[in-house]
């Protein structure tokens, strides 16, 4: 069963959120709602999440603050942000948006299938991020015992490998018509990950004695 990303949606306005919740609910992702920028800091310290989405203007801590305490965390500062805001002739709130860590910006009022569109990607990279983190995982236990157990895992890591290379390169696709840098930067990041996987069991397969220093080289 494929885990359920969190979305963290950040906005003072009830109403805002219960339009959010209408729009991604499609996705079948688990949805949290923050009213302020104080209840996502705490939510943030809780849970691990996908994304967020981030409110620009909110009275106290508005978005742009509390986009910078998240990217100024450690356990934080990775997961990505999507702005969104009322429409605003101000270019520089769009500037500081990204300035602040934004990996998007939306106007309100925005399109249903764009939102939903742009978030799925978000999704889909964390989904592959988390395949490709179990698999890791998977090979540093294995590679403790080396010698035929460590070979005999081989067949079934490689098969795990391979169904999350297929979904790198569908996401790889899809992503063809985005010139979003940051999106494509992290599925970049994803499919390099990917491929020194691979590599590493490739010199498994040619040589199970290197088990030790193929696990070196990939981490």
Same mark, same amino acid.
């Not at 963290?8 to 306005?13: A, I, M, P």
């Not at 297929?166 to 990917?194: H, M, N, T, W, Y």
């Given at each position: 069963?494929?885990?359920?990303?969190?979305?963290?949606?950040?906005?003072?306005?009830?109403?805002?959120?219960?339009?959010?919740?209408?729009?991604?609910?499609?996705?079948?992702?688990?949805?949290?709602?923050?009213?302020? &920028?104080?209840?996502?800091?705490?939510?943030?310290? =809780?849970?691990?999440?996908?994304?967020?989405?981030?409110?620009?203007?909110?009275?106290?801590?508005?978005?742009?603050?509390?986009?910078?305490?998240? =990217? &100024?965390?450690?356990?934080?500062?990775?997961?990505?942000?999507?702005?969104?805001?009322?429409?605003?002739?101000? =270019?520089?709130?769009?500037?500081?948006?990204?300035?602040?860590?934004?990996?998007?910006?939306?106007?309100?009022?925005?399109?249903?299938?764009?939102?939903?569109? =742009?978030?799925?990607?978000?999704?889909?990279?964390?989904?592959?991020?988390?395949?490709?983190?179990?698999?890791?995982?998977?090979?540093?236990?294995?590679?403790?015992?080396?010698?035929?157990?460590?070979?005999?895992?081989? &067949?079934?890591?490689?098969?795990?490998?391979?169904?999350?290379?297929?979904?790198?390169?569908?996401?790889?696709? &899809?992503?063809?018509?985005?010139?979003?840098?940051?999106?494509?930067?992290?599925?970049?990041?994803?499919?390099?990950?990917?491929?020194?996987?691979?590599?590493?069991?490739?010199?498994?397969?040619?040589?199970?004695?290197?088990?030790?220093?193929?696990?070196?080289?990939?981490?």
């Amino acid at each position: 069963m494929t885990e359920r990303a969190k979305i963290l949606l950040v906005d003072d306005r009830p109403e805002n959120l219960l339009a959010l919740e209408a729009i991604l609910s499609a996705l079948d992702q688990e949805l949290v709602r923050a009213n302020s &920028g104080e209840e996502a800091l705490r939510a943030l310290l =809780k849970d691990e999440f996908a994304l967020i989405l981030l409110d620009a203007r909110m009275p106290g801590m508005d978005g742009f603050e509390t986009a910078a305490r998240i =990217k &100024g965390r450690n356990r934080t500062k990775n997961v990505p942000i999507i702005f969104l805001t009322a429409v605003d002739t101000d =270019k520089n709130n769009t500037f500081r948006g990204y300035a602040a860590g934004a990996a998007d910006y939306i106007a309100k009022p925005f399109d249903p299938w764009v939102l939903r569109a =742009k978030v799925q990607v978000f999704v889909d990279l964390w989904v592959a991020g988390r395949r490709l983190a179990t698999q890791a995982a998977f090979l540093r236990r294995q590679i403790g015992g080396g010698g035929q157990e460590a070979i005999d895992v081989l &067949g079934e890591l490689r098969e795990r490998v391979a169904e999350v290379e297929e979904a790198v390169e569908v996401l790889a696709i &899809g992503l063809q018509p985005s010139a979003d840098p940051v999106v494509r930067s992290s599925a970049e990041r994803v499919a390099r990950r990917v491929a020194s996987l691979k590599q590493a069991l490739e010199v498994l397969d040619s040589n199970p004695a290197d088990v030790t220093a193929s696990h070196h080289e990939f981490t």
